[in-house]
């Protein structure tokens, strides 16, 4: 490892740390000015032990840690500073509710939350200051990666574009196609450039490329294809003397599968149960507006291609497919009611799917349901796309955690795939924690752009 990436990463961990202990000591003052009085208080004065304390304030640390791991709230650098701040609120927020949980339980009654509610403002405060702080040190000690973009027949235009929003982390200053050969490549690259980018190469002379680099110390950052994307969830076998890797039909074992079924039933009725008079209101609210109908039905195809009708809460206008053509939704379709754009961006349309998971047809994880006209269309252009139902549809997925509006198809199949060759029911939960955060970031929301052509060949 070269020594700034060395100093990269104890200047990391360092910042982190000290973060996490700032947090944890905010907590620390309410627990023992506040809480443990009244605590102590309602158990007849027995007091804690110092152990007991440690306990407590470590299990506070433990979880925090855990959640800002999940929601990448650690990622100095790595994020943007407004997204370290969005990841760094919420993990707080949920580390505070299980610690007002835990402390109501020790009290055997509710406890006052405003002086909880004053500790996550606190720390919310010290987030941004910290995040924008953390951002200027870092910028300043390590500047963006000079790269240089080795590209095939995708324009490269596409994809600088994309890194455009990253600017803080990479600065494409030169572009190199493919045809120029391997050769000229390498020597392009012997100039300023602290890494290469290598997009859409095939695979003989990427291979190439990446070993050349990986030889003289240089970061090569790689777009993977789907066969990359299946290789990175292979298992690894040692029978011989050589390394194998072993990829397969990636199927849920018997044991996963109850597993996953009984997560999704459970969590299903309890958020029925919160959610009903959401959905009244929002079912009244939508049949007032045009006096169509509240709930929109639409065949989607699940696992293995099994057709079924998807419930959603209509967001679009009765005529919104009278020509009988199906279409996707654009970011700003003038398809979309007033009342419909609010219940999809904040993800309220989605809500009757509740009753799709409760009958097995959907999960609250999997690759997102499209319709048995789209697949058709999306597999003239991409074979590969018949991998993504080996998977049961789901309400959330990776794709719609990790992606953006303007995903391309492929990319989005890319990370639908990623998900099936990594599954886990620690991923899921993963998932469903990230999903969360999502419900507040507009540009997640479903749809594609207005001039993004349907498919991206690659």
């Known amino acids: 490892m070269k020594r700034s990436d060395s100093t990269r990463r104890i200047l990391l961990l360092t910042l982190n740390i000290m973060s996490l202990f700032i947090y944890t000591g905010l907590y620390a003052y309410s627990w023992f000015s506040y809480y443990y009085p009244i605590v102590n208080n309602h158990n007849l004065g027995i007091e804690l032990y110092v152990n007991g304390h440690i306990l407590i304030i470590l299990l506070y640390i433990a979880i925090l840690s855990v959640f800002s791991r999940t929601y990448g709230s650690l990622k100095i650098g790595y994020l943007k500073p407004g997204d370290v701040i969005f990841s760094q609120g919420f993990s707080l927020l949920a580390v505070n509710l299980i610690s007002y949980a835990q402390i109501s339980l020790m009290h055997n009654w509710i406890v006052a939350a405003g002086p909880l509610a004053l500790v996550f403002a606190s720390q919310l405060l010290v987030a941004v200051i910290w995040a924008f702080l953390c951002d200027r040190v870092y910028r300043r000690l390590f500047p963006p990666r000079r790269v240089l973009l080795v590209h095939g027949e995708s324009e490269a235009e596409d994809i600088i574009a994309k890194l455009k929003s990253r600017n803080d982390r990479f600065q494409v200053q030169g572009v190199c196609h493919i045809s120029e050969g391997a050769e000229a490549v390498k020597r392009e690259a012997e100039g300023t450039y602290d890494a290469v980018m290598l997009w859409d190469i095939a695979f003989d002379i990427r291979s190439e490329l990446q070993k050349y680099f990986y030889g003289k110390s240089k970061r090569v950052y790689v777009m993977p294809r789907i066969t990359d994307v299946l290789i990175k969830g292979a298992d690894q076998l040692h029978l011989i003397d050589t390394p194998i890797f072993l990829t397969r039909e990636y199927a849920l074992t018997i044991e996963q599968r109850l597993a996953k079924r009984m997560i999704d039933i459970f969590l299903a009725l309890i958020l029925l149960v919160i959610t009903l008079p959401i959905m009244l209101i929002i079912a009244l609210v939508v049949c007032l507006y045009d006096k169509g109908p509240a709930l929109f039905r639409q065949c989607r195809c699940t696992a293995n ?74 597999l003239e252009e991409m074979p590969e796309f018949s991998f993504r139902l080996k998977m049961k549809a789901g309400l959330s997925g990776y794709a719609q955690i990790f992606g953006k509006y303007n995903t391309t198809p492929y990319d989005k199949l890319k990370l639908d795939l990623t998900y099936i060759a990594n599954y886990s029911l620690w991923l899921d939960l993963k998932l469903m924690l990230l999903t969360l955060r999502t419900l507040f970031r507009p540009d997640s929301t479903e749809g594609v752009a207005e001039t993004e052509e349907l498919f991206d060949e690659q």
């Open 305 to 378: 291609g099994k057709e079924f009708f998807i419930i959603k809460f209509r967001s679009m206008r009765i005529d919104a497919e009278s020509d009988g053509v199906a279409r996707l939704a654009g970011r700003k379709d003038a398809r979309i009611t007033p009342v419909g754009r609010f219940i999809r961006a904040t993800r309220f349309d989605e809500l009757p799917q509740l009753i799709n998971i409760l009958r097995g047809e959907m999960s609250f994880i999997g690759p997102r349901p499209e319709r048995p006209e789209i697949i058709a269309q999306y």
